[in-house]
C-alpha cells in the first residue's frame, strides 16, 4: 500500500528564519512530488512540484527530492507569518497517463513573528 | 481564467440518504478527480474521469460513483450516507496530455455533514 508520511507538527519557527518540512514515500515507483499548502477551511493550493532528484527553487521556496531515500523536503526561506498553514506532501505513482494522488497527512507550520 | 468550481458549498444531509455534488474544471482540463478529505487528514482519493469513463478509483465503495459529461464537468454521488462520510470534497482537475506533471489545481471543497 502506498503510504506518504510526515510529521503533523505543529512546527513553530521564528519569522524571518528557515522552515524545513519533510516527507517520506513507501513506493519506489513514485514519479512525481508535489506540496500543497492548505489554510484552514480552504482548499490545497500547489505550491511546488519536483520529479528530478535534486533541488528545485522558485522564489522563497525550495523542493528536494532524493529518490534513493524515499525522501522529499520543502524549504521555506524568510518565512513570514501568512506561511502559517498545513503543509501537505502528495505523490504520483505512474510516469504516464494521469493518476490520483497520494497525501500524507499534512504538517501544521505556525510562524512566529 | 476560471478556476474549479464546486457546488454547494455546504451540505446537510441525514444517514442513509443519497447525495450528488458537482465540479467544474479549470478550463481547458479534461480530467477531474475527486478526494475525500477527513478532518485532521490529508485528502483520500476517491476516483478520476477522463473522456467520461472513470479511469482509476481509490479505496472506497461502491456507494460513491460518479459520472463525467463531454463539457468535462463531473458529479459525485454517494448513497447510503454514513456519519463517517461527513468530510470536505475536492474536486481537482488536470489536463491528461501533461500526465499530471505539474500537478492538480483544486476546487474550494464542498462540505459534507451527514447526522
Same mark, same amino acid.
Given at each position: 500500500?502506498?503510504?506518504?508520511?510526515?510529521?503533523?507538527?505543529?512546527?513553530?519557527?521564528?519569522?524571518?528564519?528557515?522552515?524545513?518540512?519533510?516527507?517520506?514515500?513507501?513506493?519506489?515507483?513514485?514519479?512525481?512530488?508535489?506540496?500543497?499548502?492548505?489554510?484552514?477551511?480552504?482548499?490545497?493550493?500547489?505550491?511546488?512540484?519536483?520529479?528530478?532528484?535534486?533541488?528545485?527553487?522558485?522564489?522563497?521556496?525550495?523542493?528536494?527530492?532524493?529518490?534513493?531515500?524515499?525522501?522529499?523536503?520543502?524549504?521555506?526561506?524568510?518565512?513570514?507569518?501568512?506561511?502559517?498553514?498545513?503543509?501537505?506532501?502528495?505523490?504520483?505513482?505512474?510516469?504516464?497517463?494521469?493518476?490520483?494522488?497520494?497525501?500524507?497527512?499534512?504538517?501544521?507550520?505556525?510562524?512566529?513573528? | 481564467?476560471?478556476?474549479?468550481?464546486?457546488?454547494?458549498?455546504?451540505?446537510?444531509?441525514?444517514?442513509?440518504?443519497?447525495?450528488?455534488?458537482?465540479?467544474?474544471?479549470?478550463?481547458?482540463?479534461?480530467?477531474?478527480?475527486?478526494?475525500?478529505? &477527513? %478532518?485532521?487528514? $490529508?485528502?483520500?482519493?476517491?476516483?478520476?474521469?477522463?473522456?467520461?469513463?472513470? =479511469?482509476?478509483? @481509490?479505496?472506497?465503495?461502491?456507494?460513491?460513483?460518479?459520472?463525467?459529461?463531454?463539457?468535462?464537468?463531473?458529479?459525485?454521488?454517494?448513497? &447510503? %450516507?454514513?456519519? $463517517?462520510?461527513?468530510?470536505?470534497?475536492?474536486?481537482?482537475?488536470?489536463?491528461? =496530455?501533461?500526465? @499530471?506533471?505539474?500537478?492538480?489545481?483544486?476546487?474550494?471543497?464542498?462540505?459534507?455533514?451527514?447526522?
Amino acid at each position: 500500500q502506498k503510504e506518504v508520511e510526515q510529521n503533523s507538527g505543529p512546527l513553530s519557527v521564528p519569522e524571518g528564519a528557515i522552515a524545513s518540512l519533510n516527507c517520506t514515500y513507501s513506493d519506489r515507483g513514485s514519479q512525481s512530488f508535489f506540496w500543497y499548502r492548505q489554510y484552514s477551511g480552504k482548499s490545497p493550493e500547489l505550491i511546488m512540484f519536483i520529479y528530478s532528484n535534486g533541488d528545485k527553487e522558485d522564489g522563497r521556496f525550495t523542493a528536494q527530492l532524493n529518490k534513493a531515500s524515499q525522501y522529499v523536503s520543502l524549504l521555506i526561506r524568510d518565512s513570514q507569518p501568512s506561511d502559517s498553514a498545513t503543509y501537505l506532501c502528495a505523490v504520483r505513482l505512474s510516469g504516464g497517463g494521469a493518476d490520483g494522488l497520494t497525501f500524507g497527512k499534512g504538517t501544521h507550520l505556525i510562524i512566529q513573528p | 481564467d476560471a478556476g474549479v468550481t464546486q457546488s454547494p458549498t455546504h451540505l446537510i444531509k441525514t444517514r442513509g440518504q443519497q447525495v450528488t455534488l458537482r465540479c467544474s474544471p479549470k478550463s481547458g482540463h479534461d480530467t477531474v478527480s475527486w478526494y475525500q478529505q &477527513a %478532518l485532521g487528514q $490529508g485528502p483520500q482519493f476517491i476516483f478520476q474521469y477522463y473522456e467520461e469513463e472513470e =479511469r482509476q478509483r @481509490g479505496n472506497f465503495p461502491d456507494r460513491f460513483s460518479g459520472h463525467q459529461f463531454p463539457n468535462y464537468s463531473s458529479e459525485l454521488n454517494v448513497n &447510503a %450516507l454514513l456519519l $463517517g462520510d461527513s468530510a470536505l470534497y475536492l474536486c481537482a482537475s488536470s489536463l491528461a =496530455r501533461d500526465g @499530471g506533471r505539474y500537478g492538480y489545481t483544486f476546487g474550494s471543497g464542498t462540505r459534507l455533514t451527514v447526522v
